[in-house]
């Protein structure tokens, strides 16, 4: 079993930042697969970054240049951080881990641009 938990969602302008953590009840280098996704209202869920174990990385043609997903391996705590945000970027977003053919989800964070 791997627990996640997301914060650090809120409310921020067009043009604001905003950086949302995921932590793991595992060590990050247990987990195959770690990424954010999010839902907005009458969408699909969506990959929005990914990182694997190795530290490879991929992000969504919509946020790539404005999103960046890291890691704190001492803390097992995996980050967003997201700049120039636009109100398309309006979401829950949740945490997602892959481990031992099974997949993992947090409750998610949700993110509202607006002014």
């Known amino acids: 079993q791997v627990q996640l938990v997301e914060s650090g969602g809120g409310l921020v302008q067009p043009g604001g930042s905003l950086t949302l953590s995921c932590a793991a009840s595992k060590s990050l280098f247990m987990l195959v697969t770690m990424a954010w996704f999010r839902q907005a209202p009458g969408k699909q869920r969506e990959l929005v970054a990914s990182?694997?174990?190795?530290?490879?990385?991929n992000y969504a043609g919509t946020v790539k240049g404005r999103f960046t997903i890291s890691r704190d391996v001492e803390k097992n705590i995996m980050y967003l951080q997201m700049n120039s945000l636009k109100p398309d970027d309006t979401a829950n977003y949740s945490c997602?881990?892959?481990?031992?053919?099974?997949?993992?989800w947090g409750r998610g964070t949700q993110v509202t641009v607006s002014s």
């Open positions: 997602y881990a892959a481990w031992d053919n099974s997949n993992y």
């Open positions: 990182m694997t174990r190795s530290g490879s990385t």
